[in-house]
């Protein structure tokens, strides 16, 4: 996570800051279920296996991406498009999780809820979607020769 979130341009253009905000919420996500005994409900642990298998899909393919963009190969600019949107698909997945658990187990208030969202992360969040479907058209343009 720390190494999305040192501001590098090359990992912006490939969704690192989105990683790095998902990675900070399933973080705090096994830290809170933890401490609050939840260990014990399966379909929790059935959503944190699931959210951190995205992180960790994620964080390859930005890693990946960030190689052959830095060695200038052949398909960079359509994995650099592909990287930034399952990055913010990533971030929206976990973040959403992360609401259903706090309100769905009954063991949060609100105010620990928006305190939980409330975060870098949640401005990260809410920042994904800005140019998605312009990344979209600009994937398709690629995919489809157009």
Known sequence: REEMEKGDVRA??????????AAGFLNKMI????????????????????MASHVEVCAGLVR??????????????????????????TLELVASNCRRILMGAGVFDEDAVRSFLET????KEANAWK????????LADILFER
């Not at 140019?131 to 058209?137: A, E, I, V």
Request: proline share 3%.
């Open 120 to 123: 870098p992360a949640g401005d």
């Open 64 to 89: 990946k991406t960030l190689a052959h963009t830095a060695e200038n190969k052949a398909g960079a600019k359509k994995l650099q498009l592909c990287s930034r949107l399952f990055a913010a698909e």
């Open 12 to 21: 912006a253009c490939v969704g690192g800051p989105y990683l790095a905000g």
């Open 31 to 50: 830290t809170l279920v933890h401490e609050q005994g939840l260990v014990k409900k399966q379909y929790i642990m059935f959503m944190i296996a699931d």
């Open 131 to 138: 140019g998605f479907l312009n990344d979209m058209d600009k």
